[in-house]
């Protein structure tokens, strides 16, 4: 890898940004060059977020990118404005807990996670975001993901009952994340 870029996007609340924040902070304690941008709607909650992040081994050119390589939607407006803008060959991964909907792209990989259904499950419909996070570091290797767990519990370490959970959906989500490469690889 030398540079990757992903678009994280929902609505408000959903921790959109908070999972751009852990990638970009994961990448700059393995020491990769990192932006971060984010971008919000009129409305904090329930209003649309979204947020870019590239992680890169070099200096990073531009942070504005139109075509990342990969893009996480958890919500349908989401993946309308922005499921076309994967680059060929890139990632797709929605949030099919939300979202009734999926890529009729072929040049792409589509990766549609429960992750409502998951964080539910995991104790806090509020780990969304984390299993989406952790799919997509698990279908991509963008970072490591004991690095990614350290950054989350250098991040939220002071909220131990919440930790745990978001550990519980990290885990879930990069599992799934890590066998749809395996496949991908087979295939």
Known sequence: MSQYEVTFAGFGGQGIMTAGQLLAYT????GKQVAWIPSYGPEMRGGTAYCTVVVSDERIGSPIINRPQGICVFNRPSL?????????????????????ATSDRDDIQVLEIPANDIAQKAGSGKATNMVVLGAFVGATGIV?????KETLTEKMGRKKDLLQINYKALDEGYELGRKAKEEKVKG
């Open 27 to 30: 990448g700059m304690n393995a």
């Open 144 to 148: 490591e993901f004991d690095k990614l």
């Open 80 to 100: 309308d404005k922005f499921g076309p803008r994967v680059k060929p060959g890139g990632l797709l991964i929605i949030n099919s807990s939300l979202v009734d």
